[in-house]
Nanobody
Framework: QVQVVESGGGVAQAGGSLRLSCAVS????????MGWYRQAPGKQRELVAI???????SYADSVKGRFTISRDNAQNTGYLDMNSLKHEDTAVYYC????????????????WGQGTQVTVSR
């Protein structure tokens, strides 16, 4: 009923930029918070950035000043602008969305995208 699709991953050189997109579709009443997580091989999944429905943002210390999270509520789409990329940013990035479905707007469900690979060369 609800689908989350990430796009925009790829390969970039250190110092380069990428923009990740998170498109949410389906039976959506509203979307509360949206966030980006990442997981590198052999490491635990970590929260990268989060944005509330009102536009408040927070970031992991490792990406502050380099990444920007945003959202387009009219399009049910979130973004992660990644600048000044470092090799250590290499990971699979996942979009997480807290969705109030039309079938049950009194509850909130966490939906995850399939992940998109970001590789940053040295």
């Amino acid at each position: 009923q609800v689908q989350v699709v990430e796009s925009g991953g790829g390969v970039a050189q250190a110092g380069g930029s990428l923009r990740l997109s998170c498109a949410v579709s389906g039976s959506i009443f509203s979307i509360n918070a949206m966030g980006w997580y990442r997981q590198a091989p052999g490491k635990q999944r970590e929260l990268v950035a989060i944005i509330t429905s009102g536009g408040s943002t927070s970031y992991a210390d490792s990406v502050k000043g380099r990444f920007t999270i945003s959202r387009d509520n009219a399009q049910n789409t979130g973004y992660l602008d990644m600048n000044s990329l470092k090799h250590e940013d290499t990971a699979v990035y996942y979009c997480a969305t807290d969705v109030r479905p039309t079938t049950g707007p009194g509850v909130v469900y966490r939906y995850w995208g399939q992940g998109t690979q970001v590789t940053v060369s040295r």
